[in-house]
């Protein structure tokens, strides 16, 4: 992909702005929906800003791609149990070594918009075990606590539900958090470039 990672737009850019960042998102969704609905399903279990990357499309349009399948491809089996991901991004099933299914990623992609909005992770500690217990302990504060600027408090709830401890609380599919997200920058009367 020839740009850089959201990671490294957000380190040299600062907190990504609420409309950037929900028309992102929607793509987002749309990558992890193709991944999930293909035959065999793919959980992507790695998912974080290094791991989306900013391109430009034929008519100039920031564009995102999902890279780094190689977990998922190592597991083969969509729901199969491991611990492997990156701590910070790692749901509380996955933390425990449990099966993974879609919601896992919708886990993931939370703690990634927790990031992007305010540039902080929404755990810290000072090991991958501190994190991980965190994910499986702790409530994440607001994002909102961490930014000089406002977050919509739709788009704060949206982010929060996605990182809820159980699974069943999250958005279902990719595509039911796209949903979310359109509703949320219709809230806003923000729009997505075509």
């Keep these: 992909v020839n740009g850089p990672s959201l990671f490294a737009v957000c380190q040299s850019e600062g907190p990504l702005a ?3 960042l929900l028309g992102l998102a929607r793509q987002i969704c749309k990558g992890l929906h193709d991944a999930h609905n293909a035959e065999p399903a793919v959980i992507h279990r ?3 800003p290094e791991n989306i990357m900013l391109g430009v499309d034929g008519h100039g349009r920031e564009q995102v791609k ?5 977990l998922a491809i190592l597991l083969g089996d969509p729901k199969a149990a491991s611990t492997g991901g990156t701590p910070a991004y790692m749901s509380p099933e996955q933390c425990q070594g449990l099966a993974a299914d879609a919601r896992a990623d919708i886990y993931a992609l939370g703690a990634s918009l927790y990031e992007l909005a305010c540039g902080r992770l929404p755990f810290l500690g000072q090991t991958a075990d501190e994190v991980r217990a965190a994910h499986l302990n702790r409530q994440p504060d607001p994002p909102s606590r961490w930014m000089e600027g406002e977050l919509p408090p739709s788009f704060e709830a949206l982010i929060l539900r996605c990182l809820s401890k159980r699974p069943d609380q999250r958005y279902s599919s990719a595509a039911e958090l796209e949903a979310a997200l359109i509703e949320v920058q219709l809230e806003l ?3 997505t470039p075509h």
């Design 18 to 20: 609420v409309g950037r």
């Design 46 to 48: 790695d998912i974080k």
């Design 66 to 70: 999902l890279v780094d399948f190689g």
């Design 189 to 191: 009367q923000l729009s």
